[in-house]
């Protein structure tokens, strides 16, 4: 997730000017961690 929060420029600063636009960025680097999880352990 650090990694995709730094390629997409999620940061601090976009969390203090806009929290609802921080919120809906780390809800889609979560869900899009989580599928590349799942993916990984029932096809590894």
């Known amino acids: ?3 995709m929060k730094a ?3 999620v940061t601090e ?5 806009n929290q609802l ?3 809906q960025h780390m809800n ?3 869900s899009r961690a ?4 799942y993916a990984e352990l029932v096809y590894a």
Not at 13 to 17: M, N, S, V
Not at 34 to 37: G, V
């Open 1 to 3: 997730m650090e990694q």
């Open 21 to 23: 636009a921080w919120v």
């Open 7 to 9: 390629a997409e420029g």
């Open 34 to 37: 989580e599928e590349i999880i």
């Open 13 to 17: 600063e976009l969390k203090a000017r």
């Open 28 to 30: 889609s680097i979560r």
